[in-house]
């Protein structure tokens, strides 16, 4: 159980100093990754920026992801849901658009100056607040991928062993601090999990 974001950000912070992880830049995921990122992000010396995400909604349910998609144009589609539901193509395309321009808006609202980071041969580390389903964080991982970045890995302070196992199919590195399988959601592990606002979120990149 972690206090807060920052509180778990710290503790974070510290088993990736003793696992000896380096980092050119971190990327937090907005908004609740950003309080969690801060921490991490000093203590490896590397510089904050931002990878955004949305989900992909199911058709009449805008609540229900069937995949998501990132401002840099990573695309994660789950494919057992969408068959399911029978889901088009169309359908899956459309919302896709959607949602990579609805994170590029929310990117350049967060990134100071618009300018988007360099990160081809760097070593990239991707940070949020927890996985559930490790939908939004395959998108941003694969996102990232595409820029040929020399590693991508990804740390959170919480996540279900089975969206941890498919995350370690993307990323180069998997930091998890706890991994309950009786797990509900993220913010069950917090005793403080409050929203964190736009201009909250903002403020950790200054």
Not at 172 to 191: I, T
């Amino acid at each position: 159980m972690f206090e807060n974001r920052t509180e778990a950000g710290r503790r974070l912070a510290a088993a990736l100093e003793d696992r000896g992880t380096r980092a050119d830049v971190v990327l937090a995921i907005p908004r609740g990754g950003l309080p969690v990122a801060r921490p991490v992000a000093d203590a490896l010396e590397a510089p904050l920026d931002v990878v955004a995400a949305k989900k992909i909604a199911a058709p009449g349910n805008p609540e229900l992801a069937i995949g998501a998609a990132t401002s840099e144009g990573g695309v994660w589609q789950n494919d057992d849901l969408c068959a399911r539901l029978e889901v088009s193509e169309a359908h899956f395309e459309r919302e896709r658009d959607r949602a990579v321009e609805a994170a590029r808006t929310k990117a350049e609202q967060y990134r100071p100056g618009g300018k988007v980071p360099e990160v081809a041969g760097k070593r990239l580390l991707v940070v949020d607040d927890g996985v559930a389903t490790g939908a939004t964080a395959i998108a941003a991982l694969r996102g990232l991928r595409a820029a040929r970045p020399a590693t991508v890995s990804i740390a959170v302070p919480v996540g279900p062993p089975d969206a941890l196992e498919r995350l370690e199919d993307e990323a180069d590195e998997v930091v998890a601090l706890e991994l309950p399988v009786a797990f509900r959601a993220v913010g069950a592990h917090y005793r403080e999990f409050p929203q964190v606002g736009d201009e909250e979120a903002v403020a950790y990149l200054e």
